[in-house]
T-cell receptor
């Protein structure tokens, strides 16, 4: 089985622009979660989706949004980019719904976003 | 909101020595997970603990979940160079999303 894929792998944007990141989960997985990883704050939960429904949302401003499509692929969008949004954005997929059973998450390689 | 503290932040060991990282949550957790991230890589799931007082072993790795379900530990016996990386715990409290600790960076000197 192919792993979790994320596109693009690297991105450079200017402050004030918006960006859309994409995540394709492992085939058959219907849960997708997004995380922001920075050296200072570590891994921070953004949101998670199951069957096109947002199940949980982390403590991020409304500039961060996401969605999941019927084929389980997910996108996250960040509007009005700030310098502090520079980070590695990781997507993870799981077979089970959030919080149920052995909720083993498989992470993608991430998208490295640099805001200048 | 829920906070997960992890210590130490860095741990230097000689190859062959043991290593332990500790995780403490501000709230009771429904489960706790452990991940390993190699330098330049992405987190890889190691294990999930669900029951109070649970202990699980994977070869040289031993994972424990506290009786109160608020703390956990990962112990590696006789470290090897392949153990290098950052070890994260991640807790879920009820219906919330996963909260990750900031990780322990394991550095091994041959």
């Amino acid at each position: 089985k192919a792993g979790v894929t994320q596109t693009p792998r690297y991105l450079i944007k200017t402050r004030g622009q918006q960006v859309t990141l994409s995540c394709s989960p492992i085939s058959g997985h219907r849960s997708v979660s997004w995380y922001q990883q920075t050296p200072g704050q570590g891994l921070q939960f953004l949101f998670e989706y199951f069957s096109e429904t947002q199940r949980n949302k982390g403590n991020f401003p409304g500039r961060f949004s996401g969605r999941q499509f019927s084929n389980s692929r997910s996108e996250m969008n960040v509007s009005t980019l700030e310098l502090g949004d520079s980070a590695l954005y990781l997507c993870a997929s799981s077979f089970l719904p959030p919080g149920q059973g052995a909720y083993e998450q498989y992470f993608g390689p991430g998208t490295r976003l640099t805001v200048t | 909101g829920q906070q997960v503290m992890q210590i130490p932040q860095y741990q230097h060991v000689q190859e062959g020595e043991d290593f332990t990282t500790y995780c403490n949550s501000s709230t009771t957790l429904s489960n706790i997970q452990w991940y390993k991230q190699r330098p330049g890589g992405h987190p890889v799931f190691l294990i999930q603990l669900v029951k109070s007082g649970e202990v699980k072993k994977q070869k040289r790795l031993t994972f424990q979940f506290g009786e109160a379900k608020k703390n956990s530990s990962l112990h590696i016996t006789a470290t090897q160079t392949t153990d290098v990386g950052t070890y994260f715990c991640a807790g879920r409290g009820g219906a919330d999303g996963l909260t990750f600790g900031k990780g322990t960076h394991l550095i091994i000197q041959p």
